[in-house]
């Protein structure tokens, strides 16, 4: 037996505890997913838009353990960082930087309660 959690009541208030985490845990995944549609839609509007397949393939998917925002279009990169014979046109770190803030407060918000 672990340290500490010597007495049945011990063991209670562990089991009490973990499921507490796992609940704030379950929440914080529920936040990051939810967040992400709102990112996503923020990425589109920042997409600079010339045939508008980059924009239309900015994806979003919900993982167990959170969610996972892309652009599938190949050269999105290059629009992103830009290139020796192109500016930068930045559509993602901006979102995705302003979202984690959002995303960091709203989880620490939820902890609390």
């Known amino acids: 037996m672990a340290q500490g959690y010597r007495k049945a009541g011990d063991w209670d208030k562990l089991q009490r505890r973990l499921a507490q ?3 704030g845990a379950s929440k914080s995944v529920r936040i990051i997913q939810d967040r992400s549609d709102i990112m996503r839609d923020e990425m589109k ?6 045939t508008g397949y980059m924009r239309d393939h900015i994806t979003k998917r919900n993982l167990p353990d959170g969610a996972e925002v892309e652009s599938e279009a190949g050269y999105s990169g ?4 830009g290139t020796s014979r192109q500016a930068d046109q930045p559509f993602f770190r901006p ?6 803030e959002i995303i960091k407060k709203m989880i620490a918000s939820s ?3």
């Open 78 to 81: 290059f629009v992103e960082f």
């Open 21 to 23: 985490i796992i609940a």
């Open 45 to 50: 509007s920042w997409a600079p838009v010339l």
């Open 111 to 113: 902890v609390r309660k």
């Open 95 to 100: 979102p995705l930087y302003h979202n984690w």
